[in-house]
Nanobody, 123 residues
Framework: QVQLVESGGGLVQAGGSLRLSCAASGLTFSAYALGWFRQAPGKEREFVAAITWSGENAYYADSVKGRFTFSRDNAKNMAYLQMNSLKPDETAVYYC????????????????WGQGTQVTVSS
């Protein structure tokens, strides 16, 4: 079965950095666009970034542009979200998602989701 497994979350001080990883199995990884979303307690799931199946193009929410970088390694079935200059209000569970073909900036069209990894940014 398809699995997406996120890792790399943790506790970091404001201004710090984390690198999230998403390990995929059970799907033709290079056929899927990927997205990162986050969800804080009591809030809706929010788009963070997306990347095309080839990795050639990445797209970001305005709030993270210039600080986050989304990349992928199709040979390893891995994706990464480098997060720099983190802010306390970015504390959330971060989810990796896969969408066959194209990417979306809304969560509904994504077919597969990971279980999430907690990111906590202290002030």
């Amino acid at each position: 079965q398809v699995q997406l497994v996120e890792s790399g979350g943790g506790l970091v001080q404001a201004g710090g950095s984390l690198r999230l990883s998403c390990a995929a199995s059970g799907l033709t990884f290079s056929a899927y666009a990927l997205g990162w979303f986050r969800q804080a307690p009591g809030k809706e799931r929010e788009f963070v970034a997306a990347i095309t199946w080839s990795g050639e193009n990445a797209y970001y929410a305005d709030s993270v542009k210039g600080r986050f970088t989304f990349s992928r390694d199709n040979a390893k079935n891995m994706a990464y979200l480098q997060m720099n200059s983190l802010k306390p209000d970015e504390t959330a569970v971060y989810y990796c998602a896969a969408s066959l073909g194209t990417y979306y900036s809304t969560p509904v069209p994504y077919q597969y989701w990971g279980q999430g990894t907690q990111v906590t940014v202290s002030s």
